[in-house]
Nanobody, 122 residues
Framework: VQLQASGGGSVQAGDSLGLSCAVS????????VAWFHRAPEKGREFVAT????????DYADTMKGRFTISRDNAKNTVYLQMNSLKPEDTAVYYC????????????????WGQGTQVTVSS
């Protein structure tokens, strides 16, 4: 399974930004995908995750109501729509994949894409 994140950029506080994660490989239809971010001088933190069907999602508490994870399996892509962005959302965002159950912990995801930088200015 291979994943490739895209869509980062620099925005102002309160703006919206959408990220995409392209999923490829023989098992792509069964892949649970999660987004994590790593802020400067912090560890990798869970953002959101979605099951292979798109019917089950989970969010970090600080992202609920502002971020939406979705997927289009016809396009082999998982999306993260981020609204009402705050300066503290500034981080490198990564998409990660696994086969099986949704988890909030990075150590359970063996497949990782490269990160995409999101910078939110006040």
């Amino acid at each position: 399974v291979q994943l490739q994140a895209s869509g980062g950029g620099s925005v102002q506080a309160g703006d919206s930004l959408g990220l995409s994660c392209a999923v490829s490989g023989n098992s792509r239809y069964r892949v649970v995908v999660a987004w994590f971010h790593r802020a400067p001088e912090k560890g990798r933190e869970f953002v959101a995750t979605i099951d292979w069907s798109g019917g089950v999602t989970d969010y970090a508490d600080t992202m609920k109501g502002r971020f939406t994870i979705s997927r289009d399996n016809a396009k082999n892509t998982v999306y993260l729509q981020m609204n009402s962005l705050k300066p503290e959302d500034t981080a490198v965002y990564y998409c990660a994949g696994r086969i099986g159950t949704l988890y909030r912990y990075a150590r359970y995801y063996p497949y990782w894409g490269q990160g995409t930088q999101v910078t939110v200015s006040s």
